[in-house]
């Protein structure tokens, strides 16, 4: 079936250490994206990436760094520079195309990272 | 800017009893509207969208959301609310300030069902 897997999806990480969380897809989608999700907060989008090689900062990206070597892949590095990383992580995936483009958007099953 | 609102942090229905989840949306232009719920510890899921035409839109598992132009809302429903409906539920827009298909989410209302 096509989807959006991430992983993992349980992370416990000591303060001053980097972390990397994968996303991959299969649905063939031209755009990907990473939100996270705050008690209260709703979610807030860090990082998109509309193409293969290329990505755009969201409204939270300081603390983090991304990727898209591949069209089905899009990981997400949580760096020693990320305040309170604290959080659920959800990656996204949507259709990119001007003729197609309703803005939906699939959503993968979250990976929570916990700061020691 | 683009946002949305979602006034109630939770709420409580009966099972069986008709359920509201409200959202009241900012935008210039014509707006995109969504519904997503999310279970416990899980990713969202998609329940409904309004892009045009009929102001009342069904959805997945009996829900369905009425667009309101005049009052800037996109409410959510459903007539005879299950237990299994507990979960969040999000409210959110499509930010139309890019060529993208960037979503901006209201906070979530928690949706408590009690038997």
């Known amino acids: 079936d096509g989807g959006i897997t991430q992983s993992p999806k349980y992370l416990f990480r000591k303060e001053g250490q980097n972390v990397t969380l994968s996303c991959e897809q299969n649905?063939?989608?031209?755009?990907m994206y990473w939100y996270r999700q705050d008690p209260g907060q709703g979610l807030r989008l860090i990082y998109y990436s509309q193409i293969v090689n290329d990505f755009q900062k969201g409204d939270i990206a300081e603390g983090y760094s991304v990727s898209r070597e591949k069209k089905e892949s899009f990981p997400l590095t949580v760096t020693s520079a990320q305040k309170n990383p604290t959080a659920f992580y959800l990656c996204a995936s949507s259709i990119d195309r001007v003729d197609s483009n309703t803005g939906e958007l699939f959503f993968g099953e979250g990976s929570r990272l916990t700061v020691l | 800017a683009q946002s949305v609102a979602q006034p109630e942090d939770q709420v409580n229905v009966a099972e069986g009893n008709p359920l509201t989840v409200k959202c009241t949306y900012s935008?210039?232009?014509?707006?995109?509207l969504f519904w997503y719920v999310q279970y416990p510890n899980r990713g969202l899921q998609f329940l409904l969208k309004y892009i045009t035409g009929d102001n009342l839109v069904k959805g997945s598992y009996g829900f369905e959301a009425e667009f309101n132009k005049s009052q800037t809302s996109f409410h959510l429903k459903k007539p005879s609310a299950l237990v299994s409906d507990s979960a969040l539920y999000f409210c959110?827009?499509?930010?139309?300030?890019?060529?993208?298909?960037?979503?901006?989410f209201g906070t979530g209302t928690l949706l408590a069902v009690q038997p």
């Open positions: 649905l063939n989608h031209d755009a």
């Open positions: 935008v210039s232009g014509n707006p995109y």
């Open positions: 959110a827009v499509r930010d139309i300030s890019g060529a993208t298909n960037k979503l901006i």
